[in-house]
């Protein structure tokens, strides 16, 4: 009689233990960005608005949010990849097939985690500066 007792406030005490487990494991995944990269076609009309033409390479900040949008100019293809290194992440942007003379625009969303504090360019291998950086 007395291990049942026992058992049962055993019982209860893992189930609030695996409980507070899970509801800590819910709320770090809610408050952590996800570290990415991809080529948007469809432009947000905010991002839109400030795209300054003139610029080979822009990053527009979304404030408050973990979210920016690189603008590339080039000619031919580009291939991109992401690596963090300490606090600053790299966004390595791989232009080929450069044979087309026609210049396109690449618009990028990008999404990372807030303890990163710098971003660097690089282009073909070699750090870039941002032409112009803009907050939304």
Do not use: W
């Not at 058992?7 to 709320?27: E, S």
């Not at 795209?51 to 991109?80: A, M, P």
């Not at 790299?90 to 625009?105: G, M, R, S, Y």
């Amino acid at each position: 009689m007395e291990f049942q007792i026992i058992r049962r406030k055993a019982d209860k005490a893992l189930k609030k233990l695996l409980f507070l487990v899970f509801l800590t494991f819910i709320l770090t995944a809610c408050n952590s960005s996800t570290l990415s990269i991809s080529e948007i076609e469809s432009v947000p009309e905010k991002v839109q608005k400030v795209i300054d033409e003139k610029n080979k390479l822009q990053l527009i900040n979304e404030v408050d949010k973990d979210v920016s949008y690189i603008v590339f100019r080039t000619k031919g293809t580009v291939t991109t990849a992401l690596e963090t290194v300490d606090d600053t992440l790299i966004i390595k942007l791989d232009v080929t097939n450069q044979q087309d003379n026609e210049i396109k625009q690449h618009v990028y969303k990008l999404t990372f985690d807030s303890n990163l504090d710098t971003i660097n360019i690089h282009i073909n291998g070699k750090s870039t500066p941002i032409d112009n950086v803009t907050g939304i």
